[in-house]
Antibody, heavy 119, light 108 residues
Framework: QVQLVQSGAEVKKPGASVKVSCKAS????????ITWVRQAPGQGLEWMGW????????KYAEKVQGRVTMTTDTSTSTAFMELRSLRSDDTAVYYC????????????WGQGTLVTVSS | EIVMTQSPATLSGSPGEGATLSCRAS??????LAWYQQSPGQAPRLLIH???TRANGVPARFSGSGSGTEFTLTISSLQSEDFAIYYC??????????FGGGTKVEIK
């Protein structure tokens, strides 16, 4: 069965970086893109960006452009999202999700990773 | 950026009752709309894509309709597990996309 398993919770200081991983199983990793979505406490869903696992193409939201890098390691079927220069308003649960045939439809999601930014 | 507006913010209903949730796009998105359900402490779950196509395993009591700028998610008979937050999402501008602010369905 399809699964996306994310790395554990992180606590970071302002200005630091965080790298969240998302390990996929149960399907051919290179067939689907991976999107990252975050959710601040008590808030809605915010799209952060997308990566094509097939060719590495990326598209990032304007809000995090310049601070975020999304990558994949096809040898381990793992996607990564690195966010730099962390601020308190980056505190959120970060989700990876499989992009169904690169359409923008997210049919499977990771369990989420809480990133807390606090001094 | 396409803005997605959901209404109402909160909907109160009793088990067995129907519920109708609305989503409006700031410009036409054809039928490129998905609905997700998020229960407390859980990741979102895909319910509907292409405005009206149920995802695998989604009960028939969930149905979606609409095109262009106006969309509706209908739950024909609320079950206990349906009390959650529902988000609409447009993917007409994929890979850039936007979510609505959510509708919380709570027990009356």
């Amino acid at each position: 069965q399809v699964q996306l398993v994310q790395s554990g919770a992180e606590v970071k200081k302002p200005g630091a970086s965080v790298k969240v991983s998302c390990k996929a199983s149960g399907y051919i990793f290179t067939t689907y893109g991976i999107t990252w979505v975050r959710q601040a406490p008590g808030q809605g869903l915010e799209w952060m960006g997308w990566i094509s696992v097939h060719n590495g193409n990326t598209k990032y939201a304007e809000k995090v452009q310049g601070r975020v890098t999304m990558t994949t390691d096809t040898s381990t079927s793992t996607a990564f999202m690195e966010l730099r220069s962390l601020r308190s308003d980056d505190t959120a649960v970060y989700y990876c999700a499989r992009d169904l045939y690169d359409t923008g439809i997210f049919d499977f999601w990771g369990q989420g990773t809480l990133v807390t930014v606090s001094s | 950026e396409i803005v997605m507006t959901q209404s109402p913010a909160t909907l109160s209903g009793s088990p067995g009752e129907g519920a109708t949730l609305s989503c409006r796009a700031s410009q036409s998105i054809s039928s490129n709309l998905a609905w997700y359900q998020q229960s407390p402490g859980q990741a979102p779950r895909l319910l509907i894509h292409s405005a009206s196509t149920r995802a695998n395993g989604v009960p028939a009591r969930f149905s979606g309709s609409g095109s262009g700028t106006e969309f509706t998610l209908t739950i024909s008979s609320l079950q206990s597990e349906d009390f959650a937050i529902y988000y609409c999402q447009q993917y007409n501008t994929w890979p850039a996309l936007t979510f609505g602010g959510g509708t919380k369905v709570e027990i009356k």
